[in-house]
C-alpha cells in the first residue's frame, strides 16, 4: 500500500499528500520553491490579516504572493471573529492572487493574534468556527482549517464535530492544545485517530513529525489523509523526499557536508532574487538550521550569523572548502 498520493478537495488537486505547514517568517515564497525541489505537494503561505487585506495594505498582501504555484498554495488567513470580514478579505485574494484555496487560521498561539480574539482564540466556540468557514466558502473557494485540539482544555470532539457538519473541505490538525505552544513532547498523534472517527472531511496530520520514520508510523496508526510539516521542514527541506522514499522503498538518503552546502548557497542566492532585499538577516536563522553535523560546521554557522550580503554567504561557505 502507497501512503504517499494526491490530495483531491475542493478544487484543489495536489501532488502528494505532504504539505508544507505556515510558518511565520519561514513559509515564505523562496522556502516554499526549496521545498518543492525535494518534494512537498502543497504549501501554505505565511498568516495573511484579514483587516490587512481589506485595508489592501502592500506589506500585508506581499504575504499573499502565490505567483510561485498558484494551483498548488494556499493562502492562509487569520482575524478576529467576523465572517463578513473574512468573506471580503476571500474576494480580494481570489481578484489580486487567483487564489483556488484558502486555510483559516484557528491555531496560532501567538499572544499579539489572540489579544485580538484571533487564530485559536476562535476554538473556544467551534460556532463561531464554523460560521467563518461557511462565509469563505461562499466566496467560492477551496476553504482548509487548520485547528489545535482546544486552548487550554481538550475540546477535540466538539470542535472536530462542528467542522464535520460544516462546509469546510480539508481539516489540519496540530495535535497540541493553544497553552502547549510548541513545547516538546505535547503533540499528542492519539488525537488524530479521535478525530479521524468523528469526520469523514480529509484529514491532515501536524505535530512533532520531524523523521521519516515518524511520517510512516503517523499515516500506518491513524488513518489520516496526508501530512503537514513545519519546522521539521526548516532544518531539512529535504525531509519531504525523504519520506516519499522511505514510504515507498523503505529507505532514504541524508545530504552530505557538501550538499547541504550546495543547498544553503541556491537558497541564499534565491532569497535574494525572489525577494528584493538587500539584507540576507531574515534568513540567517534558516540558513544556519541546515547544518549540523560535519568537522567544520560551528564555524561556518558563526560566519552565517553575521552575514549581510550574498557574498558574506559565500564567504562562510568557503570556510568549508579551506579546511
Sequence with gaps: MSFIKALQFGKITTKNNLILAPLAGYSHKPMRMMNRKYGVGY???????????????????????ISDAPEQTSIQL?????????????????????????NINFGCPAPKVLRNGAGSRLLEEPHKIVDI??????????????IRCGFT?????????????????????HCRLTSDKFKHGTAHWDYFQRARDLTSKKL?????????????????????????????????????????????????KTPNPQEL???LKNYAES??????????????????SLLSGFEGVSMIRAALA??????????????????
Design 43 to 65: 504549501c501554505v503561505t505565511e498568516m495573511v490579516s484579514v483587516d490587512g487585506v481589506i485595508r489592501e495594505s502592500k506589506k500585508t498582501l506581499r504575504y499573499a504572493d
Design 78 to 102: 487569520f482575524g478576529k471573529d467576523s465572517p463578513e470580514d473574512f468573506y471580503k478579505a476571500s474576494k480580494i485574494i481570489q481578484d489580486t492572487f487567483g487564489a483556488k484555496s484558502i
Design 133 to 146: 468557514v461557511n462565509a469563505v466558502k461562499s466566496s467560492g473557494v477551496s476553504v482548509e482549517a487548520k
Design 153 to 173: 482544555y481538550d475540546n477535540l470532539d466538539n470542535i472536530i464535530t462542528a467542522l464535520d457538519g460544516s462546509e469546510v473541505d480539508i481539516i489540519m490538525l
Design 204 to 252: 491532515i496530520a501536524n505535530g512533532d513529525i520531524k523523521t521519516p520514520e515518524e511520517a510512516l508510523t503517523v499515516f500506518q496508526n491513524y488513518h489520516v489523509d496526508g501530512l503537514m510539516i513545519g519546522r521539521g521542514a526548516i532544518a531539512k527541506p529535504y525531509l519531504f523526499q525523504q519520506i516519499i522514499d522511505y514510504c515507498e522503498t523503505g529507505s532514504y
Design 261 to 263: 552546502l550546495d543547498l
Design 271 to 288: 532569497w535574494f532574487e525572489i525577494t528584493g532585499y538587500k539584507d540576507i538577516q531574515p534568513l540567517r536563522g534558516a540558513l544556519m
Design 306 to 323: 553575521k552575514c549581510i550580503s550574498l557574498e558574506d554567504v559565500y564567504q562562510a561557505i568557503k570556510l568549508y572548502e579551506d579546511l
